[in-house]
């Protein structure tokens, strides 16, 4: 069989290396196409029939996985070969090659180049020669897939209403493979956090890739059900069987764990896994709803596998705690005393008592409170602490589960005492300086000379001293000095000139300029005015 391959990359000569690398006759490609962009490449797969895709990820008019989406719908026997220099995804690479696809990191090694094309080739192949077999299975091969999957994503966001005979028009209308015995199982797989810090763009990467594993260890080569994202995080398998089939449940447990742990190793994420029982298909839409219901309420468990059960009762009425002794830790404790006590109650809670998404609200509540308190009674705006990114994502996933409350407990504590800290330190140091500033005011202090008594550099004291008291260091000392003239003006008879040397102005001038600069009249005149001596 001759084949026909498309080359995609913005770079001119990443093509040309991996054409130099390319022995086309010894891989059966009878064509080689290539493109720049998304555009070019929709353009030739609406002129050439495209058997393998070779693509680039990152393009600045669009990603290989939007390319790989309208593939998807419009060439769907495409088979797919990514190539990145994107080399953080290296944990990626294995779960791709679960699928029909490969993931290649730049630059390409011929012998990978060629294997990869190899594996395409013999998926093609089986593929081909599964739709000459069998037309009852080709509405689930990949061709079909897209139509399929916005069948249920309409369905289960009643875009199409869950009535019976809106789905069977449906059905007929897109052939999709469903019949009035038909019967569905639904499994919910929800990514609860990851473990390591990604943008939107490689998480979806990452999305991508567990798909793919799904498919192939929980629905494998059957075609007996589909996968697919239904929202971020949230990926969702349906499978189908006739009416009266029996699960193989004890077969799916084990393959769900098993997907779970590689998972966890592969992607480094935590999961939770939910069974729903058998449906209809109108009845899948209040099923999926239940199921991401106990997943908001599931703020406890990760990594575990949930089997439906018709008994579940509803969480009865949880009491939650008094907070008393976290606020009198905050206001007297230590950082570590605080989060331990906090850890204590909430542990104790998850042992004795059941706690679903609204428990762990209120308590989110009542902890935010002690803070919001704690910091109000020492005049600390909570927006100074928590306004910026870190603290918004995090306050935001506090509702997300236990562990993520736990994450927001002890920025916030953190957070919140070291803030308190360091004002007390800061009034501390405030006092000090006035108290020195006061006792040597005949003298001509620098900040040099002020800052040596709290052993902080001039720079720094002066500009903590202006955002505690509003005024520069030299303004308040001028203000304390004009402040004791006012007094020895009003309160005694002495000279002038003496008071201004008291207050260390050797130039007499001097001293009435600024006395009059801040009190609006000079000396004699502020005496003659407000003096108090000698008066009856």
């Known amino acids: 069989m001759n084949y026909h391959l498309l080359i995609v990359d913005d770079e001119v000569l990443a093509i040309e290396g991996v054409k130099a690398d390319l022995d086309l006759h010894h891989l059966g490609i009878s064509k080689l196409l290539t493109a720049l962009n998304i555009r070019q490449a929709k353009d030739l797969f609406g002129r050439e029939k495209i058997d393998i895709l070779l693509c680039d990820i990152e393009m600045p008019q669009g990603s290989g996985f939007d390319l790989l989406s309208w593939v998807r719908e419009h060439c769907p026997n495409t088979a797919t070969i990514f190539f990145t220099s994107h080399a953080n995804f290296k944990y990626a690479k294995e ?6 696809l490969d993931y290649l990191l730049k630059p390409v090694r011929k012998a990978d180049l060629e294997n990869a094309i190899r594996k395409a080739q013999a998926v093609i192949d089986r593929s081909s020669e599964f739709n000459r077999n069998s037309q009852s299975h080709q509405l689930w091969l990949k061709h079909h897939a897209f139509i399929i999957e916005r069948f249920w994503v309409d369905l289960i966001n009643h875009s199409t209403p869950s009535k019976p005979a809106a789905i069977r028009e449906l059905v007929e209308h897109h052939h999709i493979p469903i019949s009035d015995e038909s019967v569905f199982l639904p499994i919910l797989i929800s990514i609860k956090r990851w473990k390591k810090g990604l943008d939107r763009r490689d998480e ?96 406890v468990f990760v990594n575990q596998l949930f089997l439906y059960d018709d008994n579940r009762g509803s969480i009865p009425a949880v009491k939650l705690p008094a907070l008393g002794v976290v606020a009198s830790l905050m206001k007297t404790g230590t950082r570590d005393a605080v989060v331990h006590e906090v850890e204590a109650i909430v542990n104790n809670i998850v042992n004795h008592q059941e706690i679903d998404a609204g428990v762990l609200h209120q308590f989110n509540q009542n902890f935010t409170q002690v803070v919001f308190s704690f910091l109000n009674l020492r005049g600390i ?74 052993f902080l550099h001039p720079d720094y004291l002066t500009r903590i001293f202006k955002k505690e008291t509003g005024y520069a260091l030299s303004d308040y000392i001028v203000l ?44 004699m005149e502020y005496r003659n005015q407000f003096s108090t001596f000698n008066k009856s």
């Open 95 to 100: 779960a791709l090659h679960l699928g029909s």
């Open 204 to 299: 979806k990467i990452l999305e991508y890739a567990l798909k793919k594993s799904a498919e192939e260890m929980l629905i494998g080569d059957n075609s007996n059900g589909i996968c697919f994202l239904l929202d971020r995080g949230i990926l969702l398998i349906i499978l189908v069987a006739n009416r009266g089939t029996s699960w193989d449940y004890e077969h799916l447990i084990r393959a769900c764990r098993q997907y779970m742990d590689s998972c966890i190793g592969y992607f480094y994420c935590d999961l939770s896994c939910y069974f729903g029982r058998t449906v209809e298909a109108h009845e899948m839409a209040s099923m999926v709803a239940e199921l991401r219901g106990r997943d908001r309420n599931n703020v």
């Open 381 to 454: 705006e909570a927006n100074q602490l928590f306004g910026d990114e870190e603290s918004r994502r995090i306050s935001e996933s506090a509702l997300w589960s236990v562990t993520d409350m736990m994450a927001w407990v002890r920025h916030a504590v953190s957070r919140a005492m070291n803030h308190a800290e360091a004002v007390k330190e800061t009034e501390k140091i405030v006092r000090i300086v006035k108290n020195y500033i006061s006792l040597h005011l005949d003298q001509d202090m620098t900040r040099e000379s002020i800052a040596d008594q709290v």
């Open 480 to 523: 304390e000095k004009v402040k004791v003239a006012k007094e020895l003006l009003s309160q005694t008879d002495r000279p002038v000139s003496s008071i201004a040397s008291t207050l260390g102005y050797t130039n007499f001038s001097y001293f009435t300029k600024l006395f009059k600069k801040h009190a609006g009249i000079g000396p």
